[in-house]
Nanobody, 122 residues
Framework: QVQLEESGGGLVQAGGSLRLSCSAS????????MAWFRQAPGKEREFVAA????????FYDDSVKGRFTIARDNAKNTGSLQMNSLKPEDTAVYYC???????????????WGQGTQVTVSS
């Protein structure tokens, strides 16, 4: 089992930045790929970014490429999502998740955090 907990969400104006953190406990976090997903009201959960277990490979949805950066620190069992140039359409609950492979499909992920709200005002 891997327990995940997100933090760092909040309210920010368009064009601003936020940094989300994902703290992991339980089984060896470094054995798992990590991803961020988000879900806006009335919409399905969607892929944002993923990173391989060692951090050497990263993947982004086109909507966030160039604005968001995913990273991890296996020594500290943490992951992060740096979000810059935020837009109102980035408003959603953001979830971190862990799986054996850094896939874009949410059904591939076995472990999920509770989520953190990000609200971007125009």
């Amino acid at each position: 089992q891997v327990q995940l907990e997100e933090s760092g969400g909040g309210l920010v104006q368009a064009g601003g930045s936020l940094r989300l953190s994902c703290s992991a406990s339980g089984r060896t976090f470094s054995s798992y790929a990590m991803a961020w997903f988000r879900q806006a009201p009335g919409k399905e959960r969607e892929f944002v970014a993923a990173i391989s277990w060692g951090g050497s490979s990263t993947f982004y949805d086109d909507s966030v490429k160039g604005r968001f950066t995913i990273a991890r620190d296996n020594a500290k069992n943490t992951g992060s999502l740096q979000m810059n140039s935020l837009k109102p359409e980035d408003t959603a609950v953001y979830y971190c998740a862990a799986a054996l492979h850094p896939l874009r499909q949410d059904y591939a992920y076995d472990y999920w955090g509770q989520g953190t709200q990000v609200t971007v005002s125009s």
